[in-house]
């Protein structure tokens, strides 16, 4: 098979080569290697077994190879990850894939497409009402709002809104419940609202290669309050009394079942005192206590507004690193670091003695607060945020009942991270570097905090 039929993108070879190598071809040999893509799918001898290709099918840069994506996608539908593949491809860019995906939907009366396709065409119950006022619609809203009538069974605007409403329940129910809670701003710092710098222009001073800084800019951030200190281990053992007692009423929709939210280092003593932050908790975790706090996780631009103040310094006590402010690489294992080499050997003597402290109380370094007051925002832990690293977006994940092997490639299931920990280097402290992680991963070096926004008022 040659390089152009292969659905996994080959090993030192670009999207753009692999989209070069098919345009090369002439109009029999670029079928037949189209063809070809489908063959090697349908030989799969599991949905399981051929998740990676179908997903890089549906990635692949031409589009007629993610049109064939769809189509095995819809052979596969028994297999949950494959529907989801087939839902997201809704959206593609080339109207002939988004077609071949919302035809598929509908056939499937699939329901988790409907959450892709309102943002198409608007709920059902609405335009199928006698008295909407139509406007003209191309193939793809046509389509759109023949998938949906299907997927939910009606073209009677009363019904249809019926269903909609028992769709939606599990969502409003959700929402209900964060809106029951008041947050306690007693520990919380209000950020007031205003300009913010975010991001850094250059990184040429970094002893690593890094390409995943967002370039510097001025954006706006609405008021809200942050969590002065990290959740601490006493703060997170409330949060985990109630969940234990009332499984059914935390945690994220898409968290595992049956999720334990214990800490994975609750019983090691250099974690576990009270007073430390939280750590060994993945994201559903964090998500969850937030929710329940009546808080949320911080985006990474609220997170950065507050390490950094208005005016963007680039630690939170101001622009020059100062050793004795942070818990880092070196100030945990005592003793300085020369080389990228010597970093890695250094971290490679962890253990489960060495270092003999690694987090501190987030109070422990004088003088490192933010302009605002935020305290422990570089170096000690990471700290979660609800941003997915990858676009930029709310986290919004969709991996219920998967093992993370089955996502663990997926941007979706990636949330950045920010402020460098116990075991980073000065660089990974600065309040623009952003760190990603995967969402099921629990690491001793990740807490978090919440924030509270206050409602808009007209």
């Not at 988004?98 to 497409?113: K, M, N, Q, S």
């Not at 335009?127 to 046509?142: L, Q």
Request: glycine residues 6%.
């Amino acid at each position: 098979m040659t390089t152009a039929t292969m659905t996994r993108t080959p090993q030192k070879t670009s999207d753009g080569e692999t989209a070069e190598a098919f345009h090369a071809l002439d109009d029999t040999a670029f079928w037949e290697q189209v063809e070809a893509v489908r063959a090697e799918l349908e030989a799969a001898s599991s949905p399981e077994e051929g998740m990676a290709r179908l997903e890089a099918a549906i990635n692949h840069p031409i589009w007629q190879v993610r049109v064939v994506g769809c189509d095995i996608a819809h052979a596969w539908s028994h297999y949950l990850p494959a529907r989801e593949l087939l839902c997201e491809a809704t959206h593609d860019a080339v109207d002939a894939v988004a077609f071949r995906a919302i035809r598929h939907c509908g056939a499937l009366r699939e329901p988790r497409a409907v959450s892709h396709l309102v943002r198409i065409s608007g709920w059902p119950s609405y335009f199928t009402r006698e008295d909407y006022k139509r406007k003209p619609v191309g193939i793809g809203a046509s389509l759109t709002k023949h998938a949906l009538t299907t997927i939910f069974d009606s073209t009677d605007p009363t019904e249809l809104k019926a269903r909609e409403n028992d769709f939606l329940a599990p969502y409003r129910a959700l929402l209900d419940r964060k809106r029951a809670r008041e947050p306690d701003l007693s520990t919380m710092v209000h950020i007031p609202e205003g300009p913010a710098v975010t991001g850094v222009d250059s990184v040429e001073d970094f002893p690593f290669f890094y390409k995943d800084f967002l370039p510097r800019r001025e954006v706006h951030v609405d008021t809200f309050y942050i969590d002065r200190d990290p959740v601490s281990n006493a703060e997170y053992a409330v949060f985990l009394d109630y969940a234990r007692a009332h499984p059914d009423k935390v945690g994220h929709p898409d968290a595992p079942p049956n999720k334990d939210y214990t800490p994975s280092h609750w019983r090691d003593p250099r974690f576990a005192d009270p007073a430390l932050p939280v750590t060994g908790v993945d994201w559903y975790d964090a998500w969850a206590y937030a929710d329940w706090a009546g808080k949320a996780l911080p985006d990474e631009t609220q997170w950065e507004k507050a390490a950094r103040g208005p005016d963007g310094h680039v630690y939170p006590w101001g622009d020059t690193f100062e050793p004795e402010k942070a818990n880092y690489v070196e100030t945990c294992f005592g003793r300085p670091v020369a080389s990228m080499t010597d970093w890695e050997e250094l971290l490679r003597t962890y253990s489960d003695e060495t270092p003999a402290r690694t987090v501190q109380p987030a109070n422990a370094r004088q003088g490192s607060e933010s302009v605002y007051g935020v305290r422990g925002l570089a170096g000690n832990t990471w700290e979660w945020t609800r941003t997915n690293f990858y676009d930029h977006k709310d986290m919004d994940p969709f991996f219920k009942g998967r093992h993370p092997r089955e996502f663990m490639n997926r941007p979706a299931a990636f949330a950045v991270i920010r402020g460098g920990c116990f075991t980073s280097r000065p660089e990974m402290l600065r309040g623009y570097y952003r760190g990603k992680d995967l969402l099921t991963d629990r690491h001793c070096e990740i807490g978090f905090r919440c924030v509270w926004q206050p409602p808009k008022t007209s």
